[in-house]
């Protein structure tokens, strides 16, 4: 399992996903990020 490092809000997260899943997560913790940003 790949391990990948995100952001949301400021905070850097260590995170596993299945093979394959890197980008998807990078998207997914993306657009967390920006709906983080927007509720300051």
């Known amino acids: ?3 990948v490092t ?3 809000g400021g905070r850097e997260f ?3 996903c ?3 899943g890197e980008q998807f ?3 997914a ?3 967390m990020n920006t709906e983080a ?3 300051d």
């Open 1 to 3: 399992m790949p391990d």
């Open 6 to 8: 995100i952001n949301i």
């Open 14 to 16: 260590q995170v596993s």
């Open 18 to 20: 299945q093979t394959g």
């Open 25 to 27: 997560l990078r998207t």
């Open 29 to 31: 913790a993306g657009m």
């Open 37 to 39: 940003e927007t509720q």
